[in-house]
């Protein structure tokens, strides 16, 4: 007897979940070039202003993908 039969996720959560996960590695990994190029030559108050615009600069390069089909490849995987 099986009592969790009835008791399953949604199939459509397990397609938001890999692209949700790469949402913050390509931010950080903007953040991370953003710092490597110009963290030693800005100033300090200019490099934290610049900071955030860089991180939604990440969230663009992640969504036009995204709105793109690249949500089919993550579909495929399941």
């Not at 007897?1 to 903007?30: A, K, N, Q, R, T």
């Not at 953040?31 to 800005?42: E, F, H, P, Q, S």
């Amino acid at each position: 007897m099986d009592i969790f039969s009835e008791l399953s996720i949604g199939e459509s959560l397990l397609y938001f979940i890999p692209p949700m996960l790469l949402l913050p590695v390509v931010m950080v990994v903007c953040a991370t070039i953003y710092k490597v190029l110009l963290g030693n030559i800005l100033p300090t108050k200019i490099y934290n202003f610049l900071l955030v615009p860089i991180a939604l600069l990440g969230f663009f390069i992640w969504a036009i993908p995204m709105n793109m089909g690249f949500y089919e490849f993550f579909r495929a995987m399941f």
